[in-house]
C-alpha cells in the first residue's frame, strides 16, 4: 500500500500557501474541478518538486441505484494518469436519483447523500464498484461520509457496512474521522464501535476537517478548525493502525497559512507521523492521546463477525418495501437494457455467486427517488424519516446551491446584488437541480428574465446579455414557457 504521509486538500484559493508549507508530502484534488491537458501550474509545481497528487471523486454516486457512467469513469481515470496518482477516491454515497430505472424525474442533489445501510444497498454498492474497479487504472478508495439524517429500517452498523464491502471487493477505505464523529452527534452512532468492525488493514488514507454544531446538529462544514472531538477519534483510530495518510480539509474560509501550518502539525502529532512516515499495519505501540478516553471508556469489542443481521422492511413513502421483499405492485425490473446487459456489459445476476441485482436496483432506485424529493422538490416526507432532520438537511442543501452557483456564476450576485441569495433560495424551492451548477445558473437567470425580474431595468439587461452569451439564445417565449409550465405541473404529480 502506498505510503503518503502528511496531506493537504489542494484549492485554488490556497494554492500558494499550499505551495509555501513545509513537510507536505502529498495532496488531494477534488477531480471534477481540473482539466486533463490544463492542469493547474500549482499543481505542475508541485508534482515537480516530488508532491504525489490524488484526484478526489465527488460525482460519480457508487451508492446509487443506477451502474456507474462509463464517461464519468473514464473522465476520473484520465485524471488519475495525467496526475501519475497511485489511487483514486470516491464516496459511498448517492448524488442524483430517478430517471429510466424509476420512470420518475431525474432529480440531482448537489451532495454526497446517506446509502442505506441494508442487504439491497450493498449488493448494488458492491456491483458498482467492481464495475469501477475494473474501468479504472489505478486503485479505487471509498470515503464513509457526513449525514444529517437516518434511513429506517437499517440492517447494518456503518461498521460491518463498510467491512462486508471491503470483504465482497477488496476495495480500500477512506476513513474521514471528522465524518465519524458527524455522524456520533447527528446519528447517535459511536466511533469507536465503528473503528472495531472495520478492517483497518484497507485503509488507504485518513481526511481531517473541521466543522460545527448548531441546534444540536453537526455540520461538516470544512470551514473551521478542527476541534478537539475530532482529533480525539483519530487519535482512537491511530491507536488501531498506523495510517499510510493523513489529510486536512479546508474548503471555505481559508485561514492564513501559519494556521494551516498549525493544523497539520496538530494533526501528525495525533499519529504519532512525521513525513513519509507511515506504515499502514495495525499497531498496538501508540500511546493514547489525552482526550481519547471519551471514546472508550471501557475495552474495545472484538469484530462482530460478518454475518447480515435479520432482515426487517425499510419502509419508503406510502409503504414500498425496499428490503426483505419485492415492493407491493411493483414488479421486478428484469434487466436494465433491451439486449439484456446492464449498461457496463454485466449481466445483472453475474456476480457474488448469482444474485441478482436488478430487482434490488428498483427498489432502491425508488427509495432514493422518494428521499431526494423530498429534499428538493417538497414532496411528502417518506414514512418513517424525521421530517425535522429532512428539513434541516433540505435547507442545507438549498443553501449549498445557492454558494455553489455564487461561486461558479460569480456574476449572478454581482448583478443581483443583496438580492441574489433569497431570489434564489426562492427559485430553489420550486426548481430542483436537474444537471450541473453551471445548468442551474443558467436555469435560474432564466427564471428571473421570465418573470420580468430583476425590476431595475440596468440589471435585467445585464443579466440578459448574460445568459444570452452562454446560452447562445434569448430567453424563451410566452408559447415556449407554456409548454415548460405544464411539462413541470405533470412531472409534479
Same mark, same amino acid.
Given at each position: 500500500?502506498?505510503?503518503?504521509?502528511?496531506?493537504?486538500?489542494?484549492?485554488?484559493?490556497?494554492?500558494?500557501?499550499?505551495?509555501?508549507?513545509?513537510?507536505?508530502?502529498?495532496?488531494?484534488?477534488?477531480?471534477?474541478?481540473?482539466?486533463?491537458?490544463?492542469?493547474?501550474?500549482?499543481?505542475?509545481?508541485?508534482?515537480?518538486?516530488?508532491?504525489?497528487?490524488?484526484?478526489?471523486?465527488?460525482?460519480? &454516486?457508487?451508492?446509487?441505484?443506477?451502474?456507474?457512467?462509463?464517461?464519468?469513469?473514464?473522465?476520473?481515470?484520465?485524471?488519475?494518469?495525467?496526475?501519475?496518482?497511485?489511487?483514486?477516491? #470516491?464516496?459511498?454515497?448517492?448524488?442524483?436519483? *430517478?430517471?429510466?430505472?424509476?420512470? =420518475?424525474?431525474?432529480? %440531482?442533489? &448537489?451532495?454526497?447523500?446517506? /446509502?442505506?445501510? =441494508?442487504?439491497?444497498?450493498?449488493? /448494488?454498492?458492491? %456491483?458498482? !464498484?467492481?464495475?469501477?474497479?475494473?474501468?479504472?487504472?489505478?486503485?479505487?478508495?471509498?470515503?464513509?461520509?457526513?449525514?444529517?439524517?437516518?434511513?429506517? &429500517?437499517?440492517?447494518?452498523?456503518?461498521?460491518?457496512?463498510?467491512?462486508?464491502?471491503?470483504?465482497? =471487493?477488496?476495495?480500500?477505505?477512506?476513513?474521514?474521522?471528522?465524518?465519524?464523529?458527524?455522524?456520533?452527534?447527528?446519528?447517535?452512532?459511536?466511533?469507536?464501535?465503528?473503528?472495531?468492525?472495520?478492517?483497518?488493514?484497507?485503509?488507504?488514507?485518513?481526511?481531517?476537517?473541521?466543522?460545527?454544531?448548531?441546534?444540536?446538529?453537526?455540520?461538516?462544514?470544512?470551514?473551521?478548525? /478542527?476541534?478537539?472531538?475530532?482529533?480525539?477519534?483519530?487519535?482512537?483510530?491511530?491507536?488501531?493502525?498506523?495510517?499510510?495518510?493523513?489529510?486536512?480539509?479546508?474548503?471555505?474560509?481559508?485561514?492564513?497559512?501559519?494556521?494551516?501550518?498549525?493544523?497539520? %502539525?496538530?494533526?501528525?502529532?495525533? !499519529?504519532?507521523?512525521? @513525513?513519509?512516515?507511515?506504515?499502514?499495519?495495525?499497531?498496538?505501540?501508540?500511546? #493514547?492521546?489525552?482526550?481519547?478516553?471519551?471514546?472508550?471508556?471501557?475495552?474495545?469489542?472484538?469484530?462482530?463477525?460478518?454475518?447480515?443481521?435479520?432482515?426487517?422492511?425499510?419502509?419508503?413513502?406510502?409503504?414500498?418495501?425496499? @428490503?426483505?421483499?419485492?415492493?407491493?405492485?411493483?414488479?421486478?425490473?428484469? =434487466?436494465?437494457?433491451?439486449?439484456?446487459?446492464?449498461?457496463? &456489459?454485466?449481466?445483472?445476476?453475474?456476480?457474488?455467486?448469482?444474485?441478482?441485482?436488478?430487482?434490488?436496483?428498483?427498489?432502491?432506485?425508488?427509495? +432514493?427517488?422518494?428521499?431526494?424529493?423530498?429534499?428538493?422538490?417538497?414532496?411528502?416526507?417518506?414514512?418513517?424519516?424525521?421530517?425535522?432532520?429532512? *428539513?434541516? +438537511?433540505?435547507?442545507?442543501?438549498?443553501?449549498?446551491?445557492?454558494?455553489?452557483?455564487?461561486? /461558479?456564476?460569480?456574476?449572478?450576485?454581482?448583478?443581483?446584488?443583496?438580492?441574489?441569495?433569497?431570489?434564489?433560495?426562492?427559485?430553489?424551492?420550486?426548481?430542483?437541480?436537474?444537471?450541473?451548477?453551471?445548468?442551474?445558473?443558467?436555469?435560474?437567470?432564466?427564471?428571473?428574465?421570465?418573470? *420580468?425580474?430583476?425590476?431595475?431595468?440596468?440589471?435585467?439587461?445585464?443579466?440578459?446579455?448574460?445568459?444570452?452569451?452562454?446560452?447562445?439564445?434569448?430567453?424563451?417565449?410566452?408559447?415556449?414557457?407554456?409548454?415548460?409550465?405544464?411539462?413541470?405541473?405533470?412531472?409534479?404529480?
Amino acid at each position: 500500500m502506498t505510503e503518503l504521509g502528511i496531506g493537504i486538500g489542494w484549492r485554488p484559493e490556497i494554492a500558494e500557501a499550499v505551495e509555501g508549507l513545509s513537510g507536505v508530502d502529498w495532496v488531494e484534488v477534488v477531480a471534477e474541478n481540473i482539466c486533463v491537458g490544463h492542469l493547474p501550474d500549482s499543481l505542475t509545481r508541485l508534482r515537480e518538486r516530488g508532491v504525489t497528487v490524488v484526484p478526489h471523486g465527488v460525482s460519480l &454516486g457508487l451508492g446509487g441505484a443506477d451502474r456507474p457512467d462509463p464517461a464519468r469513469l473514464a473522465a476520473l481515470g484520465e485524471k488519475a494518469v495525467a496526475l501519475g496518482a497511485p489511487l483514486v477516491t #470516491e464516496h459511498i454515497a448517492f448524488v442524483r436519483a *430517478g430517471g429510466p430505472l424509476t420512470a =420518475t424525474p431525474l432529480l %440531482e442533489a &448537489g451532495h454526497l447523500l446517506p /446509502v442505506p445501510r =441494508t442487504r439491497d444497498a450493498l449488493d /448494488v454498492l458492491v %456491483e458498482n !464498484v467492481r464495475i469501477a474497479q475494473d474501468a479504472l487504472p489505478v486503485p479505487l478508495a471509498l470515503e464513509n461520509i457526513a449525514a444529517l439524517l437516518s434511513w429506517p &429500517g437499517e440492517e447494518m452498523s456503518e461498521g460491518r457496512f463498510l467491512a462486508e464491502l471491503v470483504e465482497r =471487493t477488496g476495495v480500500r477505505l477512506l476513513v474521514d474521522v471528522a465524518n465519524l464523529h458527524t455522524n456520533h452527534v447527528n446519528r447517535g452512532e459511536d466511533p469507536a464501535r465503528a473503528l472495531s468492525e472495520l478492517p483497518v488493514e484497507a485503509i488507504a488514507y485518513v481526511h481531517v476537517a473541521g466543522g460545527v454544531e448548531r441546534d444540536g446538529v453537526w455540520h461538516d462544514t470544512h470551514a473551521h478548525p /478542527v476541534p478537539e472531538a475530532v482529533l480525539d477519534v483519530l487519535a482512537e483510530l491511530a491507536s488501531r493502525v498506523s495510517p499510510p495518510g493523513v489529510l486536512l480539509e479546508r474548503d471555505d474560509d481559508f485561514p492564513p497559512a501559519a494556521e494551516l501550518a498549525g493544523e497539520l %502539525e496538530v494533526i501528525a502529532t495525533a !499519529v504519532g507521523m512525521r @513525513s513519509a512516515g507511515a506504515t499502514g499495519v495495525p499497531r498496538d505501540d501508540v500511546p #493514547e492521546r489525552v482526550g481519547a478516553a471519551h471514546l472508550h471508556g471501557a475495552p474495545h469489542p472484538a469484530p462482530a463477525p460478518l454475518v447480515a443481521s435479520a432482515a426487517q422492511p425499510l419502509l419508503i413513502g406510502a409503504g414500498a418495501r425496499v @428490503s426483505g421483499g419485492a415492493m407491493p405492485g411493483v414488479a421486478d425490473a428484469g =434487466t436494465v437494457d433491451g439486449d439484456g446487459l446492464g449498461g457496463d &456489459g454485466f449481466h445483472g445476476d453475474a456476480l457474488d455467486g448469482g444474485r441478482d441485482t436488478d430487482a434490488a436496483r428498483q427498489r432502491l432506485g425508488l427509495a +432514493q427517488a422518494s428521499l431526494l424529493s423530498a429534499l428538493v422538490a417538497g414532496t411528502p416526507v417518506p414514512e418513517g424519516f424525521d421530517s425535522r432532520r429532512l *428539513g434541516v +438537511q433540505s435547507r442545507a442543501l438549498a443553501a449549498k446551491r445557492a454558494d455553489v452557483v455564487a461561486k /461558479v456564476a460569480p456574476e449572478l450576485p454581482e448583478i443581483l446584488g443583496g438580492a441574489f441569495r433569497q431570489a434564489f433560495l426562492a427559485y430553489a424551492r420550486s426548481r430542483p437541480m436537474t444537471g450541473g451548477y453551471r445548468r442551474d445558473a443558467l436555469d435560474f437567470a432564466e427564471h428571473l428574465l421570465v418573470a *420580468g425580474r430583476p425590476e431595475d431595468p440596468v440589471a435585467r439587461r445585464r443579466l440578459t446579455r448574460w445568459w444570452q452569451d452562454r446560452s447562445g439564445s434569448r430567453p424563451p417565449g410566452r408559447a415556449t414557457r407554456l409548454v415548460r409550465a405544464a411539462r413541470h405541473a405533470l412531472a409534479g404529480r
